[in-house]
């Protein structure tokens, strides 16, 4: 009987979660509406999620320095995906 490794993944959004820059203390606002990420846990992947909204601007590259795959929405709407996140299909969906 063989293992299939699972990814795990977490959506998290500023506004609703509360979640605190660490670095100034205030809630965060800024770049990401959301940010979802995959990872090997449900906790890294919370982890990596909660760290792009306050990195902002600095997600990207950051997520993709780690490998983990990432749909960041920003507060306009515009998506950005990062390392293999795959592309909705064709028609919207």
Excluded: F, K, Y
């Amino acid at each position: 009987m063989g293992l299939t490794p699972q990814r795990e993944a977490a959506v998290v959004a500023p506004a609703a979660s509360g979640i605190l820059d660490p670095r100034t203390g205030r809630p965060v606002s800024g770049t990401w509406r959301t940010a979802s990420v995959a990872a090997a846990s449900c906790v890294a992947a919370n982890t990596a999620s909660t760290a792009a909204l306050v990195l902002g601007p600095s997600a990207a590259p950051w997520l993709r320095s780690r490998g983990l795959p990432a749909r960041l929405v920003a507060q306009g709407g515009a998506v950005t995906t990062v390392g293999g996140w795959p592309d909705p299909p064709v028609g919207g969906g």
